[in-house]
């Protein structure tokens, strides 16, 4: 989805905006641009269709050395891919350009009224409508901050705007339901803002995450180079703060070929270090705040791949506590007007926090009196500000598009606040024993990972099939979901998950010797789903099985066999089977040559219905 940066500072602003722009690459965008104050004092602006390359090499050659400067990646809602439609929007001859994430929701009715006064637009943009309503005020004779205040008011729905403004060289921004960070380096006396967090990293040495309605205002003075205001003008506090370590670089992949691979990687670390941080570490406070909350019943509520991981808490929960949970996508759950009760409690699961979907779901619970609880791995983000509670899934940035380490985090994260519940409490005996088991999973998925030729050697054998059924019961089910939705994201083959029960109600109309039944099999319910891979067999379908090891048995009947060292994991053994699928999409996705981090028409960061 859109990405914004701005920045304000003595080092050249052009290359630290489209530095932090390439850093946004990942969320998805379909053209790109910049605007600035050149040398010569004249407010420029350029801006591209197609990758941020095409802007650079727009640049070549061009005077492009400035104090300050905005920037914006766009994926397109309004208007179609064209340079026309890319961001920044700008009025040079006022000195004044501006960018957009969101929706501008009145958009029309603001267009019709200003071209009616004889305002020209340059673009079908809904974003364009600020910048028109901003010069509108000015005309008007308001000063620049209340121009842009008074357009804000004007608008309707979820947005976030940054302008730029030539006369006072300085730079605002204000937000309503969208993300907006700001970042200062006191070292270096820059200022920052962007629309992710991530964009300033290694850069601001503290962060600011703004409040819905607060006007920030970026100036070049050393005194106060960020300020905030309420729009009556007032100084605000609304805002929340936090430092930043300069060292941190995530922007890195290693030796990695993928940010995926580097983050599939990743979690035997990021394993084990969960039950320090909710047991011994800064957690504690959040897992004990979690606790204080209504739980009646629980309405479980997420998008995609954190949905399924929902599948995964919700069996955790009502497994060992007897707590009803409901769980429902959020973009149905919003629309449904669902029974909700003041007792019950209501749990978001997000990556990025900021997915809109998610977001109204939340914003109806607490509409309700519900209390909410998210479980969320961006720390300032709108859902977990707006939550009554926070559960941090402590992933790090995750740069992939699809989604790999946040889900096991998710799940886990679910699981130790299942399992504080069943215990009542943090005992030294219930610390250890969570301890000892996320080290065993650990292990054990450092044990996987280790044999990642054999997973690419399966890969290699099936990646020309042209369909995929990912099958699995109990537990395993969500594993298959999970497990078919990776592959169909990064390698763009249809692939469908399923309950293995479930498979001869109809689907398996189409199964032949061209379809691959990936077999996600437990040590539970282990003769059941055999036969349900017997059912395939027997017509013909490529049978991968992923299941306990030294399983002759299993073996015999598949084309392909990966055992998995489940034994002692328990309840976590599905964690350790979803890992496995992680490779086996990641290795065919490569053989099939995908863009694999940034896959075609996926955003990360979800922010628009
Ligand atoms: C799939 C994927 C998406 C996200 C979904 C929710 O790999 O990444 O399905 O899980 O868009 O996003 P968050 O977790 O940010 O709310």
Not at 375 to 402: H, P, Q, W
Request: net charge negative; charged share 25%.
């Amino acid at each position: 989805m859109c990405g914004i940066v701005g920045h304000l500072g003595p080092q050249n602003s052009v290359d630290v905006v489209i530095e932090g722009l390439k850093r946004l690459e990942y969320r998805g965008y379909d053209s790109a641009g910049v605007s600035f104050i050149s040398s010569d004092n004249e407010l420029v602006v350029y801006k591209k269709k197609g990758e941020i390359v095409n802007l650079i090499t727009e640049l070549e050659g061009k005077d492009v050395k400035a104090r300050s400067s905005i920037g914006h990646t766009r994926w397109a809602t309004h208007g179609g891919v064209n340079d026309e439609n890319a961001h920044p929007h700008a009025e040079p001859e006022r000195g004044i350009s501006m960018v957009h994430n969101g929706i501008i929701e009145n958009a029309g009715e603001i267009r019709e009224d200003l071209t009616s006064r004889g305002h020209k637009f340059k673009s079908e943009t809904d974003s364009e409508c600020f910048l028109r309503l901003v010069i509108f005020h000015l005309d008007e004779g308001l000063h620049i901050k209340d121009a842009i205040i008074a357009s804000f008011k004007r608008i309707q729905g979820h947005s976030a705007f940054v302008i730029l403004y030539k006369e006072t060289d300085e730079i605002y921004a204000i937000k309503n339901g969208a993300p907006l960070v700001c970042g200062i380096n006191e070292i270096n006396s820059e200022v920052f803002v962007s629309s992710d967090p991530y964009a300033l990293a290694g850069m601001a040495n503290k962060i600011y995450f703004p409040e819905n309605q607060v006007l920030c205002h970026l100036s070049p003075s050393n005194q106060h180079l960020l300020n905030f205001y309420e729009l009556d003008g007032e100084k605000s506090t609304r805002y929340m703060s936090k430092k930043q370590n300069l060292d941190h670089d995530p922007a890195s992949k290693g030796d990695y070929d993928h940010y995926m691979l580097k983050e599939i990687f990743e979690q035997p670390e990021l394993i084990r270090s969960l039950t320090q941080f909710y047991f011994s570490g800064e957690g504690r406070a959040s897992l004990e705040a979690a606790l204080d909350l209504p739980r009646a019943n629980i309405h479980i509520t997420a998008c995609g791949t954190a949905f399924y991981a929902g599948i995964v808490i919700k069996d955790f929960i009502e497994k060992e506590n007897r707590i009803s949970c409901k769980l429902e996508v959020a973009s149905e759950f919003r629309y449904r007007n669902p029974v909700l009760s003041k007792d019950e409690l209501a749990l978001f699961i997000s990556q990025s926090g900021e997915t809109a979907d998610t977001l109204a779901a939340q914003q109806l619970c607490k509409d309700y009196g519900v209390k909410t609880l998210s479980i969320v791995n961006t720390e300032g983000s709108t859902l977990y500000r707006d939550c009554d509670a926070n559960l941090l899934i402590r992933a790090g940035v995750e740069i992939g598009v699809a989604s790999t380490k946040a889900f096991t985090q998710q799940a886990l994260t679910g699981y130790l606040f299942s399992q504080v519940i069943k215990e009542g409490g943090f005992t030294d005996s219930v610390k250890n024993a969570l301890s000892a088991k996320l080290a065993l999973l650990a292990e054990r998925i450092d044990n996987l990972l280790a044999r990642e030729e054999e997973i690419r050697e399966i890969a290699k054998s099936i990646y020309q099939y042209n369909g995929f059924f990912f099958t699995g019961r109990g537990a395993y089910f969500p594993i298959a979901l999970e497990g078919a939705l990776k592959l169909k994201e990064i390698a763009y083959v249809h692939a469908e998950g399923y309950a293995a029960g479930e498979l001869k109600h109809g689907p398996i109309a189409l199964i032949d010797d061209q379809k691959v039944n990936v077999a996600l099999v437990g040590t539970e319910l282990f003769e059941k789903t055999v036969s349900n891979i017997q059912e395939i067999k027997a017509r013909d379908g490529v049978i991968v099985s992923i299941g306990p090891r030294d399983n002759k048995e299993l073996k015999e009947i598949s084309d392909y066999y990966f055992g998995v060292e489940l034994e002692g994991l328990g309840d976590l053994a599905p964690l350790c089977l979803n890992v496995v699928n992680q490779l086996l999409s990641y290795h065919i996705a490569k053989l099939l040559g995908t863009d694999i981090d940034k896959p075609r028409n996926l955003a990360k960061s979800v922010t628009v219905e």
